[in-house]
């Protein structure tokens, strides 16, 4: 079975300051990994992805992550913080094929329990 | 495109009424899902469906129905509502398996 953590439930970073919000993954397999972004009261977005091309992917708003298969994780990082960047993002997981018998676990991500950042003036 | 759309967007329900929330899509996805969120939980499935006429059941299924009589529409509902199902409801759609998810806005209920 599959399954994300994310390290830190709430991030605090001062405007232009590094962002590094930590996501590990537990996979049978090098799974597909995605990164969502929520703003208030609205839906999730998606920010980037990796589905085993580059270990290095580039998503909207200057945010990037890298797929590190030996430390099984997928950390997203923004060089500067914006105050626009204050929002809860969550980390996802899923296989990156379908197996017999999965019982529908291909169809659905495996999301982390989401980090909230706080960009401070 | 609208993409996903949700209605409604708020609800407010008494213990045991019922509802329907209507999902909507325009990207003609194949692939369909129900989510709720809560506090500290993340994102859990309930329901997907993998095309038209196809439901099947998520992690948190107990509860709710859904039903998909046309490809651009996925419907989620609830019998008999209880507390417990107070939450944020999320639709999403996707493409094909390895496609991203693309979300609803929401809808809050809240089911006293």
């Known amino acids: 079975a599959q399954s994300v953590t994310q390290l830190g439930s709430h991030v605090s970073v001062s405007e232009g300051a590094l962002v590094l919000l930590r996501c590990n993954y537990s996979?049978?397999?090098?799974?597909?990994l995605f990164w969502y972004v929520q703003y208030p009261n609205q839906g999730l977005q998606l920010l980037l992805k990796?589905?085993?091309?580059?270990?290095l992917v580039k998503g909207i708003n200057g945010f990037e992550a890298e797929f590190k298969k030996s430390e099984t994780s997928f950390h997203l990082t923004k060089p500067s913080a914006h105050m626009s960047d204050a929002a809860e993002y969550f980390c996802a997981v899923r296989p990156p094929v379908p197996t017999q018998n999965s019982g529908g676990s291909n169809y659905k991500l495996t999301f982390g329990k989401g980090t909230l950042l706080t960009v401070n003036p | 495109n609208a993409g996903v759309t949700q209605t409604p967007k708020f609800r407010v329900l008494k213990t045991g009424q019922s509802m329907t929330l209507l999902c909507a899509q325009d990207m003609n996805h194949e692939y369909m899902y129900w989510y709720r969120q809560d506090p500290g939980m993340g994102l859990r499935l309930i329901h997907y469906?993998?095309?038209?006429?196809?439901?099947a059941k998520g992690e948190v299924p107990d509860g709710y129905n859904v039903s998909r009589l046309k490809k651009q529409n996925f419907l989620l509902g609830l019998e008999s509502a209880a507390p417990s199902q107070t939450s944020v409801y999320f639709c999403?759609?996707?493409?094909?398996?390895?496609?991203?998810?693309?979300f609803g806005p929401g809808t809050r209920l809240t089911v006293t």
């Open positions: 999403a759609s996707s493409y094909s398996l390895p496609y991203e998810q693309y």
């Open positions: 990796y589905t085993s091309a580059a270990t």
């Open positions: 469906s993998v095309g038209e006429g196809t439901t």
């Open positions: 996979s049978s397999v090098p799974p597909y």
